[in-house]
């Protein structure tokens, strides 16, 4: 089973997937790898860093199998969109859609219903119109689904624990 939390920065994703490591512990997570890769942003990877993180999250997509993620097909196309320079990134995020929506995919969208913080993660983008725009190119791209694509896509409201148990209700 391949588990994505999907939604912009400062939504609860990260949250949600600490909870699921403890309720399903079969599943490994690829929580913090996007946080890795910021650690080493402007070391590494430069003007890369789009390209770098985007071939690392579809080799994990497809390669990988039985985990939890807080990246995912939606954001891989979100947040390169927002600069025309990486176009081409989203172009390849697409070819691979036919493996990020097989039977053993499914994702949980959060919305933003509160206000965006840091909480204390210098990582974070607090720029709430930024994170908009972010969260409208998800749901557009939900929109765009096929509609046996988009029965893979649950949203979820509420609370940490309601966010929880709707997840947990699908997963049964």
Not at 99 to 105: G, K, P, T, V
């Given at each position: 089973m391949r588990i994505f939390i999907t939604g912009a920065q400062g939504?609860?994703?990260s949250t949600l997937v600490k909870r699921?490591?403890?309720?399903?512990?079969?599943?490994?997570?690829h929580d913090s790898m996007s946080r890795e890769f910021m650690d080493f942003k402007d070391e590494q990877f430069g003007e890369d860093f789009q390209y770098k993180i985007s071939l690392y999250c579809l080799d994990m997509y497809v390669n990988d199998h039985d985990f939890i993620s807080s990246r995912s097909y939606f954001d891989s196309?979100?947040?390169p969109s927002m600069n025309e320079k990486y176009n081409d990134i989203v172009s390849m995020v697409r070819l691979y859609k036919k493996?990020?929506?097989?039977?053993?995919?499914i994702y949980f969208y959060l919305?933003?219903?509160?206000d965006i913080s840091s909480d204390g993660n210098d990582l974070r983008c607090v720029d709430k119109e930024y994170q908009r725009k972010i969260d409208s190119l998800i749901r557009l791209?939900?929109?765009?689904l096929s509609k046996e694509e988009q029965e893979k896509v649950i949203t979820l409201h509420g609370s940490v624990e309601e966010r929880m148990d709707q997840i947990m209700k699908a997963l049964l």
């Open positions: 939504t609860g994703k699921l490591e403890e309720e399903l512990p079969s599943l490994h997570t196309i979100a947040y493996y990020l929506f097989q039977d053993d995919c919305p933003i219903e509160f791209e939900i929109a765009s």
